[in-house]
């Protein structure tokens, strides 16, 4: 399987005794696959943990086994700074239940990731332009028949929530993609598209046109 989805639950968090923290917090969590591509993070706790004085957090409610074939074999822990908003990480680990936060908040690094989600079920894929290109299954995705899906840049597990492009509004399903040397081929029921990328890296360049012929 492909793609790496948020974990399920929320985390808990109690005082594990003196420390570096003082303030109120917040924690969330990320899976991590074989392949370092990481997920989209749980939802985040309800309420914030304080401190009566500077401790460490312990940190409960992973979801430390999954089901091995997305290959997810680690996380990664993001809270708040003291009393803030804004999810920063805190470190990595393999797969467990506990943690235990003694990080300051001088050392937070980079934001929480929020548009990594994992692959849409499809029926037809092929890489293109170093992106992989995905069909929607029309059994599971009856309302966007007509979508083609886009991953990340040398990414192919992770998808944005507006990663697609629209072939028409007809009601017709894409049934096969294939790679062309400058476009992609996109072949629906009743027609066939061209989806054309001037600049790869750039989804706002590209532009889909409807060949003449049905065959």
Known sequence: RAGVSAPSNVL?????????????????????????VEGNPNSAMTAYF????????????????????????GMRVYRTAANGTAYKYVASMP???????????SGLGAAVPSDN????????????????????????DTANLNRVWYSNIAVPEIVGAAAFVR??????????????QD????????????LFMPSPGNPLSWYPKKVSSEY
């Open 12 to 36: 808990a968090a109690t005082s594990g005794g003196t420390g570096n923290l003082s303030g109120s917090f917040r924690y969330q969590y990320t899976y991590v696959n074989s392949l370092s």
């Open 50 to 73: 304080s401190f009566a004085s500077a401790g460490q957090a312990s940190i409960t409610g992973f979801q430390g086994s999954l089901d091995a074939s997305f290959g997810v074999n």
């Open 95 to 105: 797969l467990t239940t506990t943690y235990l936060d003694n990080f300051p908040d």
């Open 117 to 140: 989600y994992p692959l849409p079920s499809g029926v037809a894929g092929v890489i293109h332009k170093d992106r992989a290109m995905y069909a929607v299954n029309v059994s599971t």
């Open 167 to 180: 072939f028409g509004w007809d009601g017709e399903p894409v049934w096969t993609l294939a790679a062309g």
């Open 183 to 194: 476009q992609l081929i996109v072949g629906k029921t009743k027609s066939i598209w061209e």
